[in-house]
């Protein structure tokens, strides 16, 4: 489990702050973020010739997968902070 390897120092930080769930949710959102940006800027490049200014159709789906996955996360969260609360 490499991950747990590569992002200690993440991990360690967010579920000292919210606990082992939501903290590693938060690391998940994070890296989902990050893959956002890189995915945006591969977008810069690869226009859309039918959509001057926009990415290409494929860009397109997987920065809309990538925001509704971050959604659905973030929906996760809420709902462990709220069910710790009672």
Avoid: N
């Avoid at 690391?27 to 977008?43: E, F, K, P, R, Y």
């Avoid at 810069?44 to 990538?66: A, E, F, N, T």
């Amino acid at each position: 489990m490499a991950v747990f390897d590569e992002k200690r120092d993440e991990l360690e930080r967010y579920e000292t702050m919210m606990g082992i769930s939501r903290g590693r949710l938060a690391v998940t959102l994070d890296s989902i973020t990050d893959a956002m940006a890189l995915v945006g800027q591969h977008g810069v490049y690869c226009q859309s010739q039918r959509w001057p200014g926009k990415p290409v159709m494929d860009i397109q789906m997987v920065m809309k997968s990538l925001d509704d996955a971050k959604v659905l996360i973030q929906s996760v969260m809420e709902e462990l902070k709220q069910a710790a609360k009672r």
